[in-house]
């Protein structure tokens, strides 16, 4: 059974960072391209970046995003992340982390990331 587990969310200020974490199982993690996702009350889900398999190893941030957040993987732990840095009050949501194509509907129950004073 495949499995996503988010964590790492919380309360931050703007100008300040979170560190997400999404452990997987039930499936070949270091074969499949993984990605974070989000969506923001009353609003549609939203692909936030993307990483391919090491062998491949690139990365696709959303624009709102690029220059800001950082994905990575750590294939011996199942382990995908999120470095958010210099958060905005827009990046308010839930993070989700999905595995192949971005819509996926197979995702954990997420973690709330909000940015507020």
């Known amino acids: 059974e495949v499995q996503l587990m988010e964590s790492g969310g919380g309360l931050v200020q703007p100008g300040g960072s979170l560190n997400l974490s999404c452990a997987a199982s039930g499936f070949a993690f270091s074969d499949r391209v993984m990605n974070w996702v989000r969506q923001a009350p009353g609003k549609t889900l939203e692909w936030v970046a993307t990483?391919?398999?090491?062998?491949?190893?690139?990365?696709f941030y959303a624009n709102p995003v690029q220059g800001r957040f950082v994905i990575s993987r750590d294939d011996s732990e199942n382990t995908l992340y999120l470095q958010m840095n210099r958060l905005k009050t827009e990046d308010t949501a839930m993070y989700y982390c999905t595995k192949g194509a971005w819509r996926s509907r197979v995702r954990g129950q997420g973690t709330q990331v909000t940015v507020s004073s």
């Open positions: 990483i391919n398999p090491a062998n491949v190893g690139s990365r």
